[in-house]
């Protein structure tokens, strides 16, 4: 009966699914026969069932932190390009001396930065989020290139035309980095809660690397120019660096297992194996029927308590069979309505630590780079504002090693505290004004305040980022990710258009040692 079965089955014309597709032919000759079911079934009825075995991957593990440590790269390689141009601040200061080119390049970066990370959440549903990311490397990589090479190395421009494309430069570099930046936080918000730490510590490490690379060539060469292309030849390197890191690490069972997961919309990731669905097969052997039966695998297709429906097949002479899919059925794109809809329903659920991230930026734009870069001293000279940005990027560092402390906190705790960083904008203030007497002159003063800055800002900052992507589900998390970037970068603009009413305070501020080395040296020459 069976191998008669089998013939008639293999001689079947086509027959349609559901959504009208259809089955040519039906063969079981690849397939293992259960040994249980092949003695029960044919000495008690000569019936085969067939049946494709189930089988659930376990869920994998980051076992030695590669997966962690990839991310923290991610970071850094977003950030980095951007702290390259601005890091550099004495060599700016001499070759544009008595122009804002700090403060135009920081304006620029966050303009662009803020329009890149509208268009990213915008077409979150319509890009993929590797290919978002891999455009945002390649517009971070030129601008470095081309202004490392032509300007820096080659000096094939006017100041005039350096300045410019210094600006344009940095205008690339805040789009391609800003759409890795708001991606990379989606990402992240498929994965456990710890990568998005990793990615927000990557960002203060980006600041240490390129902080201690300046100071390190600037020590070993004294040529100014040659240790400015050496500088930016690191950055460069480093960005490539991980760039290929993140190629290789987005093919890994890890990540691939997260973001599956999450993609379909299941509440956990262990367990997701026994979701699938797919059709089940039936031929009567008998009558030649065929018929499709479309539910979930793992789902019991009768009430508890009644027959097994194996049993109840087996009585029928009936072939059963697991391994027809569903038809992937294409997507067509959001409307506008659903698009504001969605990020309307997640905006309700992290109001709360949208406000806090946004404030905690606002105020640290307020005052680095452009105030901080401005903080002079006679002794320390241009090696000063050099030391702020390192301790602020190393006291950052920390900041978001400590955000990994496992502490739930309240949206509106997280809000108040970061509203309460507002009393660093007067302390800075007072370290540049009056004009060639500042109240806190001495140079231990700014290093404190930024000590102080650089930790709140690295705490306050991630904290809110990790617990986001907690507060929806898992298919919103991407989502919720790109939300909280679009709040973190309007901080960032309404900070440094604050920053440059501050400039205005400091504008005359930088010449005062300037004035009098030269009123010392023209004593001095006189005897």
Same mark, same amino acid.
């Given at each position: 009966?069976?191998?008669?079965?089998?013939?008639?089955?293999?001689?079947?014309?086509? &027959?349609?699914?559901?959504?009208?597709?259809?089955?040519?032919?039906?063969s079981?000759?690849?397939?293992?026969?259960?040994?249980?079911?092949?003695?029960?079934?044919?000495?008690?009825?000569?019936?085969?069932?067939?049946?494709?075995?189930?089988?659930?991957?376990?869920?994998?593990?980051?076992?030695?932190h @590669?997966?962690?440590?990839?991310?923290?790269?991610?970071?850094?390689?977003?950030?980095l390009?951007?702290?390259?141009?601005?890091?550099?601040?004495?060599?700016?200061?001499?070759?544009?001396?008595?122009?804002?080119?700090?403060?135009?390049?920081?304006?620029?970066?966050?303009?662009?930065?803020? +329009?890149?990370?509208?268009?990213?959440?915008?077409?979150?549903?319509?890009?993929?989020?590797?290919?978002?990311?891999? +455009?945002?490397?390649?517009?971070?990589?030129?601008?470095?290139?081309?202004?490392?090479?032509?300007?820096?190395?080659?000096?094939?421009?006017?100041?005039?035309?350096?300045?410019?494309?210094?600006?344009?430069?940095?205008?690339?570099?805040?789009?391609?980095?800003?759409?890795?930046?708001?991606?990379?936080?989606?990402?992240?918000?498929?994965?456990?809660?710890?990568?998005? *730490?990793?990615?927000?510590?990557g960002?203060?490490? &980006?600041?240490?690397?390129?902080?201690?690379?300046?100071?390190?060539?600037?020590?070993?060469?004294?040529? #100014?120019?040659?240790?400015? +292309?050496?500088?930016?030849?690191?950055?460069?390197?480093?960005?490539?660096?991980?760039?290929?890191?993140?190629?290789?690490v987005k093919?890994?069972?890890? +990540?691939?297992?997260?973001?599956?997961?999450?993609?379909k919309?299941?509440?956990?990731?262990?367990?997701?194996?026994?979701? @699938?669905?797919?059709?089940?097969?039936?031929?009567?052997?008998?009558?030649?029927?065929?018929?499709?039966?479309?539910?979930?695998?793992?789902? !019991?297709?009768? !009430? *508890?308590?009644?027959?097994?429906?194996?049993?109840?097949?087996?009585?029928?002479?009936?072939?059963?069979?697991?391994?027809?899919?569903?038809?992937?059925?294409?997507?067509s794109?959001?409307?506008?309505?659903?698009?504001l809809?969605?990020?309307?329903?997640?905006?309700?659920?992290?109001?709360?630590?949208?406000?806090?991230?946004?404030?905690?930026?606002?105020?640290?734009?307020?005052?680095?780079?452009?105030?901080e870069?401005?903080?002079h001293?006679?002794?320390?000279?241009?090696?000063?504002?050099?030391?702020?940005?390192?301790?602020?990027n190393?006291?950052?560092?920390?900041?978001?090693?400590? &955000?990994?402390?496992?502490?739930?906190?309240?949206?509106?705790?997280?809000?108040?505290?970061?509203?309460?960083r507002?009393?660093?904008?007067?302390?800075?203030?007072?370290?540049?004004?009056?004009n060639?007497?500042?109240?806190?002159?001495?140079?231990?003063?700014?290093?404190?305040?930024?000590?102080?800055?650089?930790?709140?800002? @690295?705490?306050?900052?991630?904290?809110?980022?990790?617990?986001?992507?907690?507060?929806?589900?898992? #298919?919103?998390?991407?989502?919720? @990710?790109?939300?909280?970037?679009?709040?973190?970068?309007?901080?960032?603009?309404?900070?440094?258009?604050?920053?440059?009413?501050?400039?205005?305070?400091?504008?005359?501020?930088?010449?005062?040692?300037?004035?009098?080395?030269?009123?010392?040296?023209?004593f001095?020459?006189?005897?």
């Amino acid at each position: 009966m069976g191998s008669v079965g089998a013939e008639r089955f293999k001689e079947l014309s086509p &027959a349609g699914t559901p959504e009208g597709n259809v089955v040519m032919s039906f063969s079981f000759d690849s397939y293992q026969l259960e040994e249980d079911e092949l003695q029960r079934g044919s000495q008690a009825k000569g019936v085969l069932t067939f049946m494709e075995p189930v089988s659930e991957d376990p869920e994998p593990q980051d076992r030695y932190h @590669g997966i962690y440590f990839a991310m923290l790269l991610a970071g850094v390689g977003f950030l980095l390009p951007y702290n390259s141009f601005i890091t550099d601040v004495d060599y700016l200061h001499h070759k544009y001396p008595g122009t804002s080119i700090v403060f135009d390049m920081s304006l620029t970066y966050i303009l662009v930065a803020l +329009v890149a990370v509208i268009l990213n959440n915008a077409l979150v549903e319509l890009l993929s989020l590797h290919t978002r990311i891999s +455009v945002g490397y390649l517009f971070a990589l030129g601008p470095l290139l081309f202004v490392s090479i032509c300007d820096v190395w080659l000096e094939l421009f006017t100041r005039r035309q350096a300045y410019a494309i210094n600006l344009v430069a940095v205008g690339v570099v805040a789009f391609g980095c800003t759409v890795q930046q708001s991606s990379f936080y989606g990402y992240t918000g498929l994965l456990p809660k710890r990568y998005t *730490q990793g990615v927000m510590t990557g960002e203060s490490t &980006a600041g240490v690397i390129i902080s201690l690379s300046r100071i390190f060539t600037k020590l070993l060469l004294s040529d #100014e120019k040659e240790n400015t +292309v050496i500088f930016f030849f690191i950055s460069i390197g480093m960005e490539l660096t991980c760039f290929i890191l993140h190629l290789l690490v987005k093919r890994t069972r890890f +990540v691939r297992y997260y973001t599956a997961c999450s993609h379909k919309g299941l509440p956990e990731a262990r367990g997701g194996g026994e979701r @699938g669905t797919g059709y089940r097969v039936h031929h009567d052997v008998t009558s030649e029927d065929i018929r499709f039966e479309n539910r979930p695998r793992g789902q !019991p297709s009768s !009430p *508890q308590g009644s027959p097994d429906p194996e049993a109840e097949l087996a009585g029928s002479g009936t072939y059963m069979r697991f391994d027809v899919p569903r038809p992937k059925i294409k997507k067509s794109w959001p409307s506008f309505r659903d698009m504001l809809l969605h990020r309307y329903v997640v905006s309700r659920l992290i109001w709360a630590y949208m406000l806090s991230i946004a404030m905690t930026y606002f105020i640290t734009l307020c005052l680095f780079p452009g105030l901080e870069s401005e903080i002079h001293n006679c002794t320390l000279g241009e090696w000063l504002p050099i030391l702020i940005m390192a301790i602020f990027n190393l006291s950052d560092f920390v900041g978001k090693i400590l &955000a990994a402390l496992p502490y739930d906190w309240r949206g509106t705790h997280l809000l108040i505290y970061s509203c309460l960083r507002v009393v660093f904008i007067p302390l800075f203030i007072m370290c540049v004004y009056p004009n060639g007497s500042p109240t806190f002159g001495h140079p231990a003063w700014p290093c404190i305040f930024s000590l102080l800055m650089g930790i709140t800002n @690295g705490y306050f900052g991630s904290v809110p980022m990790i617990l986001a992507a907690g507060k929806v589900s898992p #298919e919103q998390r991407e989502l919720a @990710g790109n939300t909280m970037t679009v709040s973190y970068m309007t901080g960032l603009t309404l900070g440094s258009a604050v920053a440059y009413f501050a400039y205005s305070l400091t504008s005359t501020s930088h010449s005062t040692c300037f004035y009098t080395e030269t009123s010392n040296s023209s004593f001095t020459s006189g005897y």
